[in-house]
Nanobody, 123 residues
Framework: HWRLLESGGAMVQPGGSLRLSCVVS????????FCWFRQAPGKEREGVAW???????DYADSTKGRFTISRDNAKNTVYLQMNALKPEDIGIYYC?????????????????WGQGTQVTVSS
């Protein structure tokens, strides 16, 4: 059975850093592209960064220059390094996976989801 398990969420002060991890099991790792989404209270889920199965990446405008997505093919793990965190980065962060071409930030394109990890940015 497949599973995406996120971890690393915490409460940090503005300007702080966090690294989120997503351990993937039960999927054919090399076939999958992954995206980190977040959902703040009262807001729609939004994509923040994706990485293809070949290592290409893209970022939402709000996270460019601050967030870095990466994947460790030996550990079947996707990471999201978040620096210079702002109060507006608050939310539950989800790891999601999809196969095939046409990688997007659209949540309905992704079939496999984790349960999420909470990120809070507050002084």
């Amino acid at each position: 059975h497949w599973r995406l398990l996120e971890s690393g969420g915490a409460m940090v002060q503005p300007g702080g850093s966090l690294r989120l991890s997503c351990v993937v099991s039960g999927l054919v790792w090399d076939d999958f592209n992954f995206c980190w989404f977040r959902q703040a209270p009262g807001k729609e889920r939004e994509g923040v960064a994706w990485i293809s199965n070949s290592g290409e990446t893209d970022y939402a405008d709000s996270t460019k220059g601050r967030f870095t997505i990466s994947r460790d093919n030996a550990k079947n793990t996707v990471y999201l390094q978040m620096n210079a965190l702002k109060p507006e980065d608050i939310g539950i962060y989800y790891c999601a996976g999809k196969t095939g071409r046409g990688i997007t930030f659209l949540s309905h394109d992704y079939n496999y989801w984790g349960q999420g990890t909470q990120v809070t940015v507050s002084s």
